[in-house]
Every structure is written in C-alpha cells, then in structure tokens.
C-alpha cells in the first residue's frame, strides 16, 4: 500500500469510530454528517480489507484487525497535531486546563492532596482528574492513548514512546495499634506470620515486587488474612482499633492520619526499596503546558525524597513559573 494513494483523512475517521464507538457519535466528533461518515467507514473497510467495526446491539464493536491498529493510528494522529501546532507561553493562572493523572494509591494520598492545594493558590482554574494506576502495561497503553497525561507509581520500564524519570524510593513497613498486646516496637518474622492481618487489596496490582506475600510464598508461607479492604484509611482505622497488622507503603502511611494511634514499624520480611516514577508520552514531551504540569508534580515529590519522618508537615511548594 503507498501511503501517497491513502486519503489520511479516513485515519481521523477510523480513530473517532474508535473512540465513540457509534457512527454518529463520532460524526459528530469530526464535523461530518452520518452518511458521509458511513461512507468513510466503506472506504476503511475497503482499504485494510476487514469490517473493521461490527453492530452489536446499539454499539459498534472493534473487531481484532481495528484494535491492533488504533493505537499506532492515535499516535501517529498525535504526532501530526504535535507538528502542526503553534508553540504559545503557557500562563498557568490563566489556564482551563485538565490535566488526566494515573497514580497509586499511596502517591493519591500523600502527594495529591499538596498539588491540588498549590493549584487552587497559583492556577485556580486548572482541573486535574485522577484515576487510580493500573498495571506497567496498562499505564502505558493508556498514556499512549491519551486516556492520561502522566502516571505515577510503580511502573516498572519504558517502552516505545514513554518516558519514564524515577522520583523517589519509598519502603513497606508494617503497621500496629499502639495499643497492640503483643507488640512493643519491633516485630520479628514469627510474630509476623502468628498475627492477624488486614490486606489493602488495591495495593496488590500497582506493581510492587516483590510483595510481601510474594516474598512469603517463595519460602513456603503465607500470612493469616482475616480482612482485605480496598481503602487505605478503613485499614488504618481498623488497625488501630484491633490488634490486626498491615503492611503499606511508607509513603501512604505519612500521607494518613492517626499516626499517633499508629505503630510504624521495619518489616520482618527483608523488602527492597520501592521505587516511584513519573511517566509520561513523546508527543507531550516538549508541550510548554505539559512540561509545566510535571516539573509541579515532581517538585513536589522531591519534598518527600528526605526520608522517613521528614514528611508529615510539608513547606509550601513553590511553583514554577
């Protein structure tokens, strides 16, 4: 196939179709009427030789030949508007921007919060919607589809058109009630594996590894769950009020209350240092909105690289200009 016989608008119909799965959605999306976008799609199915988008029921459901390919023709989509675009002065005081971020758990709890605060201080009409991180591979596809703008977390290696820069290390540790009958202090590997505990269950796919259950099951054990939760401060509470253990990232914990209900303690289970990175897409690499959004975020996240106990009460961050 010779590009130079491919009308390369048929690309921006076939990634609308993608999107909205519906004709007239994505008619819509594009400016064009609901005929002229049928008779695109005739042409697409015409050009890659397969149906391409099939009805079932109300919707318009990619077949496998279409989802192999959105995603190179969204970038290279991306690529072009990249090309065309004007560079402008981005003056975030005056910006409507939103900004789609990925995060884990512990990042959302510990770092979100002082973002949102500067922003309100020195961008009030910036918006930033936050999802919760999924899996290396996952962040990665939806960063380059445009579903998110940055990923924070554990995210194992780039790949492609990702760009990855580590922002800090944070550890697990185990966690106790002050009030713990049976544990002052420090806690050993039988005490560990004697006790109850209670397992943040989102915590499990954000790509910690080892995890402490990974590590237990190498060596043939397995820690008694009596309760998985999926939010973090339910799991403080109940840690607190009972004699449950839990283990967490260090990073989380600084980012929660009742520290002071709270025994935070080095885990028995010899676990690597975790480390948290930012990620990010070529095409918005060298955006001047873009690149002022991240330099917020990892300045941000730089406050909280002085280690343990250094966090709880945080300087405002200055923001760059």
């Not at 924070?152 to 540790?173: C, E, M, N, P, S």
């Not at 269950?201 to 990974?214: H, I, K, Q, V, Y």
């Amino acid at each position: 196939m010779r590009l130079s016989n491919v009308d390369l608008n048929l690309l921006v119909t076939f990634d609308a179709l993608h999107r909205e799965c519906s004709v007239a959605r994505a008619a819509r999306r594009v400016g064009l009427s609901p005929s002229a976008m049928s008779h695109s799609l005739a042409r697409l199915r015409e050009l890659f030789d397969d149906p391409l988008f099939v009805r079932s029921g109300v919707r318009m459901t990619p077949t496998a030949r279409a989802e192999s390919i959105a995603q190179d023709v969204r970038a290279a989509l991306d690529h072009v508007e990249t090309a065309l675009e004007k560079p402008s002065d981005f003056r975030p005081e005056q910006s409507h921007q939103t900004f789609r971020v990925g995060a884990s758990n512990d990042v959302q709890i510990a770092l979100l919060p002082i973002l949102l605060s500067t922003l309100r201080e020195r961008a009030p009409d910036v918006q930033v919607e936050i999802s919760d991180a999924r899996t290396g591979e996952q962040t990665q596809h939806e960063l380059s589809a445009g579903s998110i703008d940055l990923a924070i977390g554990y995210l194992g290696r780039a790949t492609g058109a990702v760009r990855l820069q580590k922002l800090l290390d944070t550890r697990i540790v185990s966690l106790a009630s002050v009030a713990h009958p049976r544990v002052r202090g420090s806690l050993n590997l039988d005490q560990y594996l004697e006790e109850s505990h209670v397992a943040i269950r989102s915590a499990a796919p954000l790509g910690l590894n080892p995890s402490p259950d990974g590590l237990l099951k190498r060596e043939g054990l397995r820690r008694r769950i009596a309760a998985r939760v999926d939010n973090p401060e339910v799991a403080l509470l109940i840690v607190a009020r009972s004699d449950l253990l839990c283990s967490a990232s260090e990073l989380m914990v600084q980012g929660l209350a009742r520290l002071d209900e709270i025994q935070v303690l080095d885990h028995p289970l010899p676990m690597p240092g975790q480390a948290i990175s930012g990620a990010w897409h070529t095409r918005t690499h060298a955006d001047p909105m873009h690149q002022w959004f991240r330099k917020l975020v990892f300045r941000i996240a730089e406050r909280w690289s002085g280690g343990p106990g250094s966090h709880h009460l945080l300087p405002r961050v200055a923001i760059p200009r």
